[in-house]
């Protein structure tokens, strides 16, 4: 089964995504924080990262360049915001990001950018 960390400040929006992952049939952990989120990934990697950008002490770009550093081997990573110009996308991009998706996402693109992503069998 493929682990998901699920990262964002805001409690409905981590329940929201654990929701549709868990449906999905992927495992779910969470975390409140870009430092919370490094210190699980340095632990026990995970294959995909759901990453919020706005959240203190670490943003999500903070949380991926760390990452990206940090990794032994690439896991992709989905930054999700409310963020919509195309300058935070790139942005996003730059910090490591595979994906980005504007909240609140839309279950079947996001289960589809996460099967694409894992290398998964589109169904």
Not at 47 to 71: H, K
Not at 95 to 111: E, H, I, R
């Amino acid at each position: 089964m493929k682990r998901i960390l699920v990262i964002d400040d805001a409690a409905t929006v981590r329940l929201y995504h654990r929701s549709i992952l868990e449906d999905a049939g992927y495992e779910v952990s969470e975390a409140v924080n870009g430092l919370e989120a490094l210190e699980k990934a340095l632990q026990t990697p995970f294959d995909l990262y759901v990453v919020d950008v706005n959240m203190p002490p670490w943003d999500g770009y903070g949380f991926l360049q760390r990452l990206r550093l940090a990794e032994t081997t690439h896991a992709p990573a989905i930054m999700v915001s409310t963020e919509a110009a195309e300058s935070d996308e790139a942005l996003a991009y730059r910090a490591g990001s595979d994906a980005y998706l504007v909240k609140p996402v839309k279950p079947k693109m996001f289960l589809t950018k996460i099967s694409l992503l894992l290398g998964e069998t589109l169904v």
